[in-house]
């Protein structure tokens, strides 16, 4: 099974810039997609956007388009979440997850194996 390490959360000024990323190790020929998710203390854990592991197709949540990038480094076996025009209600734990197989990739059941979860804090 693929194990997913995360890194780059901080604090951050509203209007900021940070990178999220997310490696995958072990099984990684079973991926078939990758996702960022988020949940904001006292909320459920909602999607922001994936990707598909082949062919790069993308999907976010209305709230960060515009914003946000997905994107994947297949020979590093790592995805990213480019965040962009940072604002406080980004503030949350951000998480990255992988599917085996295709899914609905918005939904938080498609996901198999999921990472440890990194705080970002965007302050006003």
């Known amino acids: 099974q693929p194990q997913l390490v995360q890194s780059g959360g901080r604090l951050v000024q509203a209007g900021g810039s940070l990178r999220l990323s997310c490696a995958a190790s072990g099984r990684t020929s079973s991926i078939y997609a990758m996702g960022w998710f988020r949940q904001a203390p006292g909320k459920e854990r909602e999607f922001v956007a994936a990707i598909g592991w082949s062919g790069g197709k993308r999907y976010y949540v209305d709230s960060v388009k515009g914003r946000f990038t997905i994107s994947r480094d297949k020979d590093k076996n790592t995805v990213y979440l480019q965040m962009n025009s940072l604002k406080p209600e980004d503030t949350a734990v951000y998480y990255c997850?992988?599917?085996?197989?295709?899914?609905?990739?918005?939904?938080?059941?498609?996901?198999?194996?999921w990472g440890q979860g990194t705080q970002v804090t965007v302050s006003s």
């Open positions: 997850a992988s599917t085996r197989a295709p899914s609905i990739l918005t939904t938080l059941g498609s996901y198999d194996y």
